[in-house]
């Protein structure tokens, strides 16, 4: 299984380093930088050629898909943002402060238990493992767990990851993550 990742375009949140969570934050509008990458972007996902284009219940992946030209994706909860819980609304550096939110943020219980994220990502790839490529417009924590799932087998390195706002990112699953489904 081939996934292609694009974390969404900025939203007034992210400019203000504001946790979004579970919060249906719309994106700001898009400047000149952003639709430079999302141009270039739109080349790799034209070579990519996708079975299936999915996007999360909240409106900024799904804004993110129509500027991308892909009005329609199927909206898959699955691929929801994790809840940040009491920390949505507040900076990150405050849930930065949360030692085990760095060494092992498994043991953290949020909105959700990070033991529940993570295993709601590996029920994704479960539910469309029959596809071979598949376009994600997603959340940047959820694209931070999905990649420390792939390499480590848990999303125990989720916070050692950064993905950006737009950022594209190529990745081939490892079977042995399927297996755990």
């Known amino acids: 299984m081939e996934l292609?990742?694009?974390?969404h375009l900025p939203t007034e949140w992210n400019k203000s380093g504001l946790l979004q969570g579970s919060r249906d934050i719309?994106?700001?509008p898009v400047t000149d930088e952003d639709l430079a990458k999302l141009e270039a972007n739109k080349n790799v996902i034209g070579s990519f050629q996708a079975n299936i284009v999915v996007a999360?219940?909240?409106k900024r992946t799904q804004q993110t898909a129509l500027n991308y030209g892909f009005p329609h994706p199927l909206i898959?909860?699955?691929?929801?943002?994790?809840n940040f819980g009491k920390y949505e609304g507040f900076e990150k550096e405050q849930l930065l402060k949360?030692?085990?939110?760095?060494?092992?943020?498994?043991?953290l219980t949020l909105g959700e238990s990070?033991?529940?994220f993570e295993k709601r990502i590996i029920r994704f790839?479960?539910?469309y493992d029959h596809y071979t490529r598949i376009l994600?417009?997603?959340?940047?924590?959820?694209?931070?767990a999905l990649l420390s799932l792939n390499r480590v087998g848990s999303i125990k390195e989720m916070n050692q990851i950064e993905v950006h706002n737009n950022e594209l990112i190529y990745l081939t699953i490892n079977q042995q993550l399927l297996q755990l489904g």
């Open 4 to 7: 292609l990742l694009i974390r």
């Open 26 to 28: 719309p994106l700001l």
């Open 56 to 58: 999360s219940q909240l």
């Open 76 to 82: 898959e909860p699955l691929l929801n943002e994790l």
């Open 98 to 107: 949360v030692k085990e939110w760095v060494s092992d943020p498994r043991s």
């Open 114 to 116: 990070l033991d529940d």
């Open 125 to 127: 790839l479960t539910k």
């Open 136 to 144: 994600v417009f997603g959340h940047g924590s959820w694209i931070r």
